[in-house]
């Protein structure tokens, strides 16, 4: 347990030397570069096919969703329906029933 504890302690430390402060945090990302975003310009093609992208990836997942639960319910129903219709229980009352 003595090993454990050590080489957790030495992580730990050596997180803490690496770790910046907030304020060098904060100057790193307002001093770079990077932190100013360019973008390409686009032809009105490229944002045509992008649109009819995310419209077909919309319409596969609203798909996949309605099958999804056209599956559930038929299962639920088709269960619930067992259970309420063909399924016969003793004569005795269920324990669920009773007071």
């Known amino acids: 347990m ?8 030495s992580i730990i430390r ?8 907030k304020l060098e945090r904060v100057e790193r990302y307002i001093g770079t570069e990077s932190s100013v975003a360019e973008y390409n ?4 093609y490229m944002l045509h096919k992008i649109r009819n992208r995310m419209q077909e990836e919309q319409k596969q997942s609203r798909r996949k ?3 999804i639960f056209s599956v559930v ?6 269960v ?4 309420l219709f063909i399924h016969e229980f003793p004569n005795e ?7």
């Open 93 to 99: 009352v269920p324990l669920i029933f009773q007071f």
């Open 65 to 67: 969703t309605i099958i």
């Open 2 to 9: 003595s090993g454990f504890a050590s080489l957790a302690n």
């Open 41 to 44: 310009e686009t032809s009105e």
């Open 80 to 83: 619930m329906s067992y259970f």
């Open 73 to 78: 319910g038929v299962i639920l129903i088709s």
């Open 14 to 21: 050596n997180n803490r030397r690496k770790r910046l402060d």
